[in-house]
């Protein structure tokens, strides 16, 4: 009878436990390496730098709506329906979303995102030099270092060999994200004198550059995402390439090579980053193929059109008008942007930011792989259920 009581007393005891301990151990945050983020890049990776007065003029409707519906469900000066690649990054780690550097009101603890949206890599002098008057731009990637610098300037932080104690304080339980960056470069000077080959010289001669800066003054883990497969937005489709310009996707063949090949010489020099700094990790993200994999395969990841912006003006194959973009005046977005890839006519959807960001953080698209690990949930209809 006491043994029977004792045992009984005892299974109690563990469904008590595991009662208490559940709960508790599903609402506490993942561990993971990462307190804040320093974010760098362009459109891609913007979360509110750039806006409608200030960004490319081709897409000078990001500060309303539709931009925003689907997530925020208010503009945020995203270039995209809801969230973009950080955003879903931020999300991997339990942080907030990295603040735009340029909202002075922000809350940094956590990060900061210095990307601005319409950004090349090389300088402006360069463009304007060459009388490319598309590029209205003033930031490039140096200016986002001298932002950086400016944020941390009161740390004390020079470099890690002078300042160790101090970069080591800036740098601790820091990732470095460094978002795609150039593709903007070799849009801007499209159609001039100026080729393709030299501005994949200066722009990775530039985000080389960048990268050793920001190691030399003590980052310690670092991750670079390459350029997508920019041919297969409507803007390059459109108006970047004769129509028989096309790859065995449909995508645009000479600019889905030609931000391969930047990649090529990219991840060249980051194993030469690699080698130089050696106690740093540099993660490459490989976002091509990423993109790649998603345009081949667009029904396992829930998508039923690759091609059409799904806002802009309903016209010709790919419902997109430079002259007439999202947000302007005869424009609309489609029904159900989850099953579009195409946003804007450059920028892609919520949908294909999740689709590409999980394909990341799922292992397969980064090299070496990222050390937080998400799987399954690539879907938005199945995903946002769990989420
Ligand atoms: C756009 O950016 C500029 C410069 O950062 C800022 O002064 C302005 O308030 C912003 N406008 C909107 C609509 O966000
Ligand atoms: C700046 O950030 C604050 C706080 O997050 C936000 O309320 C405000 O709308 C932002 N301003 C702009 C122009 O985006
Ligand atoms: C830029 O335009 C100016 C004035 O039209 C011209 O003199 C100059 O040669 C041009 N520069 C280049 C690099 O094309």
Redesign the pocket.
């Known amino acids: 009878m006491y043994s029977f009581h004792l045992s009984q007393f005892t299974l109690i005891t563990i469904c008590i436990s595991i009662f208490l301990l559940s709960p508790l151990s599903l609402a506490s945050p993942k561990p993971h390496p990462f307190k804040k983020v320093y974010v760098f890049g362009d459109s891609y990776t913007d979360t509110g730098s750039g806006n409608s007065s200030t960004g490319p003029s081709i897409f000078r409707h990001v500060s309303s709506l539709p931009y925003g519906e689907t997530f925020f469900r208010r503009p945020t000066n995203r270039y995209s329906d809801g969230r973009v690649f950080i955003d879903f990054v931020a999300e991997s780690l339990n942080l907030p979303y990295f603040p735009p550097y340029l909202n002075k009101s922000s809350d940094t603890t956590h990060g900061v995102n210095f990307a601005v949206s319409g950004c090349t890599a090389i300088p402006y002098p360069f463009f304007v ?3 490319l008057t598309s590029n209205i731009i003033p930031q490039s990637l140096p200016t986002q270092l001298t932002w950086f610098k400016d944020f941390i300037k009161g740390s004390g932080c020079n470099d890690a060999v002078s300042t160790p104690a101090e970069c080591k304080a800036v740098f601790d339980g820091a990732l470095v994200w460094v978002g795609e960056i150039s593709a903007n470069d070799y849009n801007y000077v499209y159609g ?2 100026v080729t393709s080959k030299t501005v994949q010289k200066l722009a990775i001669k530039y985000q080389t550059r960048f990268m050793k800066e920001i190691l030399k003054m003590g980052a310690k883990y670092v991750v670079v995402q390459g350029l997508p497969a920019t041919g297969c937005f409507p803007l390059s489709l459109v108006a970047l390439a004769p129509p028989t310009d096309r790859d065995e996707m449909g995508c645009v063949a000479t600019k889905n090579k030609e931000s391969y090949d930047h990649n090529v010489v990219l991840q060249a020099k980051l194993r030469s980053l690699r080698k130089e700094f050696p106690a740093t990790v540099i993660v490459y993200g490989d976002d091509w193929h990423a993109y790649r994999e998603v345009y081949g395969n667009p029904a396992k990841y829930g998508f039923t059109e690759r091609f059409k912006a799904c806002c802009g003006v309903k016209d010709g194959a790919y419902d997109f008008n430079p002259m007439c973009t999202c947000g302007a005046p005869g424009t609309s977005s489609c029904k159900n942007p989850a099953r579009y890839m195409n946003w804007d006519g450059l920028h892609v959807t919520e949908g294909l930011n999740r689709a590409t960001s999980r394909l990341f953080l799922g292992g397969a698209f980064a090299q070496p792989p990222f050390p937080v690990r998400v799987s399954g949930c690539i879907e938005e209809a199945k995903c946002d259920k769990v989420e």
């Open positions: 030099k060459n009388n001039s004198h």
